[in-house]
Nanobody
């Protein structure tokens, strides 16, 4: 599976962006799709994930502001980001996997990332 993100860019604080992650093949049977982000000088963090059944989870830092969704017919996963803050500035990466352990999904497919910059 190849993943390609799009939709990043420059936005003012309080604004919105929608990121897309297009997969080269069908995502219908992929158990977990997720969005990570990595800000300069910080570790990569998982901010949102969604199962094949549509169950979503969010990091506390984005809960209530970001929404992950998947369109299996279009082989695409989305991240709707509202009420953006300066601290949301980061590279955002899409990930996919069919594997998990007791700690959660073990992502093994990654996109190249898209940059989101939030200005004050």
């Amino acid at each position: 599976v190849q993943l390609v993100e799009s939709g990043g860019g420059l936005v003012q604080a309080g604004g919105s962006l929608r990121l897309s992650c297009a997969a080269s093949g069908s995502i219908f049977s992929i158990n977990f799709m997720g969005w990570y982000r990595q800000a300069p000088g910080k570790q990569r963090e998982l901010i949102a994930s969604i199962t094949s059944g549509g169950r979503a989870n969010y990091a506390d830092s984005v809960k209530g502001r970001f929404t992950i969704s998947r369109d299996n017919a279009r082989n695409t996963v989305y991240l709707q980001m509202n009420s953006l803050k300066v601290e949301d500035t980061a590279f955002y990466y899409c990930a996919a996997t069919n594997y998990s352990d007791y700690d959660g999904p073990l992502y093994n497919y990654w996109g190249q990332g898209t940059l989101v910059t939030v200005s004050s």
